[in-house]
C-alpha cells in the first residue's frame, strides 16, 4: 500500500500536465502490445508458409505452389502468390519481378504501421514533461512572490521539487517508448528481409526452370536437325 500511496503522491504532485503525459503512455502502451502480438503472429505464420512451398518451389512444381499460396493469407503467401499468376503467363524473370516488387510495396506499410508514432510519443513525452515543469515554476515564483520571506526558500523548494515531478514522469514514459521502437523496427525489418529472401529464391527457381526447359527444347531441336542434314 505503501507503493501505491507514493505513485499516487508522485502523480498528483506534478499537476494538470501528468494527465497528456499519462495518456501518452498508454496509448504508446497499447501500440506496443498491438504490434509486437501481430509481428509475431505474422513471422511465425510466414515461417510456417516457406517451409511447406519452399520445397515444392525447389521441384519446380509451379502449379501446386500457385495453389497452395490461393488457399493462405500470409504475407509470404501473397508475395509469392503474386509472383506465381505472373510467371505462369510470362515466364520471363523481369516481369515476375516487378509484379513481386509491386506487392512488396503493399505488404511493407502493413508491417510498419502504427511502429513510427512510438518515436513521436516519446518525444512528445519528453516535451510535455518539460512543458508542465515551467508551468509549474512560472506558479512557484509567482506565488512565493508574495510569501513571507522566511517562508520563501522552503516553499520554493518544495514547489520546484513538485514541479520536476513532469520532467520526471515525462522521460520515465519516454526512454522506454525510444527502446521499443528500436525494438519492433527490428522485428519489421526481420520480417522484411525474410521475405525479400523468398522473394530471391522464388525468381531463381523461375530462372532455373526456364534455363532447363531452353536446354531441353534445345536437346530437342539438334538431334532433329542432324537428322534433316543426313
Known sequence: MGFMYSIVGFFSGGGLAMFPIALVLAVGTAITVERYITLTRLGAKNRKAWAQIQPVLASGDFD??????????TA?????GSGLARQGSVRRREDVEVAMEECMMEIVPQLEKRTHYLATFANLATLL???????GLIHAFGAVATVNPADKANLLSASISEAMNCTAFGLMT???LVFIHAFLQTKTIELVTGLEMACTKFLNAVTERS????????????????????
Request: charged share 10%; net charge positive.
Open 64 to 73: 501446386k505452389a500457385r495453389a497452395m499460396t490461393q488457399n493462405d493469407s
Open 76 to 80: 509470404i503467401s501473397q508475395l509469392l
Open 129 to 135: 514533461g518539460l512543458l508542465g515543469t515551467v508551468s
Open 174 to 176: 519516454a526512454v522506454p
Open 211 to 230: 534455363t532447363l526447359r531452353a536446354q531441353g527444347r534445345l536437346g530437342l531441336v539438334q538431334p532433329q536437325a542432324q537428322a534433316a542434314q543426313a
